[in-house]
C-alpha cells in the first residue's frame, strides 16, 4: 500500500464526492427553500443523461449537443414545477415523497418507451479519452481529472453566488426564513421556479457528466440518489456548504472503504472473515456514517436554519 | 365513533372475503384463494404500518424489514428441523419487536426527512446484511422446507383452513388496533402527531409512546412476514427491500391513512391492480406512477377515506 | 337382434370417441420472465425468441393449436412463484417455461414439478436443481451456472496464465461464478474481490487492480455493472496491459451499449450469433430480419426451448396426459437446437460444447463476439452425480 495508491485512490473519491455534490446542491437548496423533498431529481439526472447523449450525436458537436441538453433539462425541470410541483408545496412531507415517486415511476417508464430498456451507447467525448500524468508513475484518467475540475469549478460558482449576489442572499433568507421572505414582499414563486431550475441544470449536469462512466439506461437515477438523500442529510437541509462537506465525505468513506476495509480488517482477523465481512461492511458504511451523525447531530453538520 | 357507512362497507367487506373461498371452489378456480390469502397478509403488514405511519405521523420506509426478520424467522428455524408453528412464529414476533425496539430508539430521535432516510438506512443495512448471509441462500434466499406445523389443530398446506386463519388474524389485528388507538396510548400517540411540544407540555413522554407504538407495530408485522414465509414457501432478502416498505406505504394511503380498515382496502385494490394490470402491458408502471401521484393530490383521504367519517389526521 | 346390435355398436362408437385422444386441445405454455425494469431488455430478448420460434413452427407446437401465457416475475422470487400458481391453477398450463434468474427459478421449479407440469428452463441453472433437487419434470435448455465460469477457468489454465486478479458482485450468483471458475483454474489468484450489488463506481477496485499489477482480469458483471466496469476500465486506460476474461458481461444484450469499449475482450459461453449450423443461422437471420437486432444466448435457449416442448408433444402425438412419453422424448434432445445436437445428462440438464468468444469489429464497423475455439467438448456439469434419477 503506497503513497501514491492512497493518493490516487483519494482522487477517486473526490471524484466520486463531486459527482454527488452536484446532485445534493440542487436537491439541498430545494428541499431547504421550498420545504420540498423531490424523488424526481433522479429523473432529472437520467434525462440530462439521455438527452446529452442525443444531442450530442444529433449536432456531431460535444460543446454544443452539452450546451443543448443543459438547457432543454432546464426546461424539462421548469415544466415538471410548473405543472406537477406547484401543488406539493403546501403538502406534508409523506405526500411529496410519493407523489414525486409517481413521477419518477412515469419517467423511467416514459425513457422506456422512448429510447427502449437496454442502457444506450454513451462514448467518452474523443477530448477527454486517456490519461494524465499527475506524478511520476500517478496516471489518472482524464475524464476523471475533468469531472473534478468542472464540479469544484461549479461549487466555486455557487459559493460566489450564494455569498455576494442578491439571489444568493434571497436563497440563504429562504433557507433559513421561508415565510419572512415572503412576507418581506419577495416574489416567492418566481424564486422558487429560479432555484428549482437550477437544481435541474445542476442535476442535468451531473447526468451528462456521468453517461460516459455509468450506464445510461432507465432507473439509472435510483441508485445514486439514495447515496444523494444520505449526503444532505449528513451535510444538513438547506446548506450548499453541508453538502460540499457531505458528499466529499460521503464520496470519500465509501471509496477508501470499498479500497482498503477488507485489507486493513484481514489485518485484524482471519482472511476468511475478512472475506466474508469486508464487502458487506463495505456496501452499507455511508449508511452507518449517517446513522451516526444523525445519532450525534440530528440536524445535520451544517443545518441552515439557525 | 363508526359512521353506518364506513361499518356497513367493513361488514359487506369481510363478508365477501368470508365467502372467496367457496365461490373459488364453485368456479373451480382455486387459485383465487391464493391470491386473496396474500392480499389479506399485505393487509395485516399495512395496518401495522398505519399504527404508526396514519396515527403516529412516522413515515417509516423501513417497515418491510419486519416482513423479512418475521419470514426468516420461520425460514431459519425450519431449516434446523424446526417445524412447531407456535415456537416459529413467536419468535418471529419477538425477534421483529426486538429490532424495532433498537432501530426506533435510534430513529425516533429525529423527525421528518431525517427520520425517513434513517428507517431507510437501517432497511439497506439489514438487506445487504440479507444477502451476505450465505448459509440461508443469501440474495437466492430459500425454500420453506415446509409450511409451520400446529400440532394437528390446524394443518397449513389445506388451503381452506390456511385461508381462515389469515382472515382470522386480520380481523383480530382489526380489533386490536380499533381498542390501541382509542385508548389512551393510541390518543397520546395520535396528540404527538399533530403537536409534540404541547402533548410534552400536558407531561407525556411521547418518545415512550411512539417507541411502543414502534415495537408493536414491528411485531404484527413480524408476524405477517411469518404468514408470507407459509404462503409463498420461498423467502429472500428482497421482503426487506425499501421499495416493498414503499408499496406497503402506499397500501396504506391508497386505501387511507388513520382508519386502520382503509390499509386492508388499499391492499386488496393494490395487489389486485397489479395483477390485472401486469397481464395487459408490460409498462404497466407508466399507469400506476401518475396513478399513484393523482392518489397523493387528490384523493389524500384514500378510497375508505371518502366515505364520511372521522379520519386520524390532523387531531 | 337388431337393436341390441345397434346399442353395441353405438356403444363401441362412444368407447371410440371416449379414447381417442383430446387431439382438438391446444398446448399451453405459461412463459415467465422479467419484462419490466432494468432487466425488461433481456425479457425481451426472449419473449421475442419465443414468437419467432412459434413462426417457424407454423403457430402450433407438436400439431396442435398452442396458447403462450407471459408474465412478468419483476424479478422478486415470491412474485415469480405466484405466477406459477396462477399459471397452473388458473389457466392450467401443460408447461412452464423462461426465467432468468437463479433465485427466482428456486422458488418457481419446485412449484411447478410438484404438481408434475414441465418446468423447462431456459436461462437459469441453479446448482441445487443439477444435483439433489433435480426432477423428471425439469429440464433445461441452456447450462448448470457454474459451466461458463469453469470454461473460462480451463482456458485460463491452459494458456499458462497465472496471477489473476478476480472480481465479481457479492451475491450468491457472484459466488457461484468464482467457485466454477477455480474449479478448473490452477493458476495463482492475487486476490478475490467481492463488490457490492449493483455498484456503479469502480474506480477503487481499477486503482487497486492496477496497483497489484496481475497478469489478467477475471469477472463476473451482468447487465448494467459490466457496462460500467468495462467502460470505466478502459477509462483507466488498462485495457491493453492487463486483459479481461470476463462471463456474463458481455453479451448481446450490453454489447450495443459498449460497442469499442468492449474491444479484445474475452468471454466463454454455449452459443454465439456466429455458431455454424443449420438451425442456428436460420434463427440469427430471421431474428434480425423481424425484430432488427442481433438475438443473444437468452433469446436462443428460449427459442431452443419452444422446440423441445415441440419435440416431445410431437412424440406422443398430442397426448398430453402421457407425460411418460414426453419425458422419454425430452431425454433425447431430439430436435434441431441453436447449439446443434447436444445430449442430456441424468439431472435434465445439457451436455455441450463451450466455446471461447472474443469482441471484434465486423467488416461494416459493427461490434460483435466471435468464436475463436472450443474449449469444452460435451461437457458434463460438476453436480449430476448428486442427482438421484437414474435413466
Redesign the interface.
Known sequence: M?LL?VV??GL??L??GVMLFLMAAGLTLV?GIMNL?NLAHGSLYMVGAYLATAFVAWTGSFVLGVVLSLLATLVVGVLVELI?LR??YE?D???Q???T??????F???I??LW?????????PAAF???VELWPRL?Y?T??AVVILVGLAVAALLYVVVTRTRLGMLIRAGASNRTMVGALGVNIRLLYTVVFGGGAVLAGLAGLMAG?????????GE??L?QV??VI?IGG?GSIRGALVGAILVGMVD??G??FL?PLLSTMVSPNAA??A???L???LI??L??AV??LR?Q?LFPARG | MRHPSRTIVLALGLLVLVLVPPAAAALNAPFYIDLFRRMMIFAIAALSLDLILGYGGMVSFGHAVYLGIGAYAVGILAFYGVDNGFLQWAVAIAASAVVALVIGAISIRTSGVSFIMITLAFAQMLYYLGISLETYGGDNGMPLRTRSQFAGLIDLRDPYAFYYLVLALLVLFLVLGHRIVNARFGMVIRAAKSNEPRARAIGFSPFRYKLTAFVLAGGACGLAGALLANQTEYLTPDFMHWTRSGEIMFMVILGGMGTLVGPVVGAIVLLGLEDVLSAVTEHWQIILGPFLVGVVLFAKRGLFGLLPGEVARDG | MRTRGRAVFVGLLAAVVAAAPAAAETVKIGFITSLSGPAGVIGKHMKDSVELALDHLGRKVGGLDAEVIYADDQRKPDVGKQLADEMLKKHKVHFVSGIIWSNVMLAVAPTVTREKVFMIGTNAGPHELAGEQCSEYFFTTSWQNDQTPEAMGKYMSDQGLTDVYVMAPNYAAGKDMIQGFKRYFKGKIVSEVYTKLGQQDYSAEITQIRAASPKAVFVFYPGDMGIQFVKQYVQAGLRGQIPVYSVYTIDEVTLPALKEAALGNWETRSWSPDLNNEANKRYVSDFRKKFGYTPSFYGAQSYDGLMLIDSAVRAVKGDLSNKAGMIAAMRKADYRSTRGPYAYNVNHFPIENFYLLRTVQTPDGEFAMQIQKTVFESHKDAYYSKCPMKW
Not at chain 1, 415517486?101 to 412515469?106: M, N, V
Not at chain 1, 427502449?116 to 467518452?124: D, E, F, S, V
Not at chain 1, 460516459?212 to 439509472?220: D, R
Open positions: 503506497t495508491l490516487e485512490q477517486n473519491g471524484q466520486f428541499f423533498v406537477a401543488t406539493l403538502r412531507h409523506l405526500d415523497v410519493l407523489a415517486f409517481g413521477l419518477l415511476l412515469f423511467n417508464e416514459l422506456a418507451i427502449g430498456r437496454a442502457a444506450i451507447y454513451t462514448p467518452t479519452a486517456g490519461y496516471r484518467p475524464y476523471r460516459p462512466i455509468y450506464a445510461v439506461q432507465p432507473g439509472m441508485q445514486i439514495i438523500f444520505v442529510v437541509i471509496t477508501l470499498r479500497a477488507r472475506d466474508a469486508g464487502p458487506a463495505a456496501s452499507i449508511y452507518v449517517m446513522a444523525l445519532f440530528p445535520g
